[in-house]
């Protein structure tokens, strides 16, 4: 079965700092999807970047770009000139070729002025 | 707003009723997600629709729970003979199956639901 983890439950960052929210996932297909969703607080979920995993270039969306490693099935996202306004939780999710999306447990940020 | 959709916001119900809730997805969507989550967690997928076909079923979901979405537009969720342990926010998802965008999700608001 597919999973995802996110081992950090908790991550800070200065306000205009860099910070890397990392993920794993587990899976014996080949081409699959992989995403950073964003839950600001009592707002819904946002998509922030995708990764298809046929593509080694690593996805980049304005402040924010991955690291994806498909061998050791690692995808972390690194949020660069990091704002207020990107305090949320993060989750990374998991796109089977079958169309079902596993959702890690999620990272809560906090951004510190 | 052309966004994903959700009503009601908020339900409580006591133990043992029934509930329903809808989703409107974006209309040019064809696939159609059902999620729930409970704090602290991920959304735990729970059913997918393409058009109005439902093509997967968590096996997560119990025998209470039933989806549904006729002539591919708003889908609707019920629980039946609610439990506590069916509080829980419930959301839904929409997204183009194919195209530039597809496979990316777009969320609703989700409707939290309390079972008292």
């Known amino acids: 079965a597919q999973t995802v983890t996110q081992s950090q439950p908790e991550m800070s960052v200065q306000e205009a700092e860099t910070v890397t929210l990392s993920c794993t996932y587990d899976?014996?297909?080949?081409?699959?999807?992989l995403f950073w969703y964003k839950q600001p607080p009592s707002r819904q979920m946002i998509l922030v970047i995708r990764?298809?995993?046929?593509?080694?270039q690593n996805a980049t969306e304005n402040r924010f770009s991955v690291n994806f490693q498909k061998a050791a099935k690692s995808f972390s996202l690194k949020i660069s000139d990091s704002q207020l306004g990107d305090a949320a939780m993060y989750f990374c999710?998991?796109?089977?070729?079958?169309?079902?999306?596993?959702f890690g447990t999620g990272t809560s940020l906090t951004v510190i002025p | 707003d052309t966004g994903v959709s959700q009503n009601p916001r908020h339900k409580i119900t006591k133990r043992g009723q029934n509930v329903t809730f809808r989703c409107d997805p974006i209309?040019?969507?064809?696939?159609l997600y059902w999620y729930r989550q409970t704090l602290g967690q991920g959304p735990e997928f729970l059913t997918y629709?393409?058009?109005?076909?439902?093509?997967?079923k968590s096996r997560l979901l119990s025998d209470r729970f039933s989806a549904e979405r006729p002539k591919g537009s708003f889908s609707t969720l019920e629980i039946q003979r609610t439990e506590q342990g069916d509080s829980a926010m419930y959301l839904c998802?929409?997204?183009?199956?194919?195209?530039?965008?597809?496979?990316?999700?777009?969320f609703g608001p989700g409707t939290r639901l309390t079972v008292t």
């Open positions: 998802a929409s997204s183009p199956s194919g195209g530039p965008r597809g496979y990316e999700q777009y």
């Open positions: 899976t014996s297909e080949s081409d699959y999807y």
């Open positions: 990764q298809e995993a046929y593509k080694q």
């Open positions: 999710a998991y796109r089977s070729p079958g169309n079902q999306f596993y």
């Open positions: 209309s040019e969507h064809n696939r």
């Open positions: 629709f393409q058009n109005e076909a439902q093509l997967e």
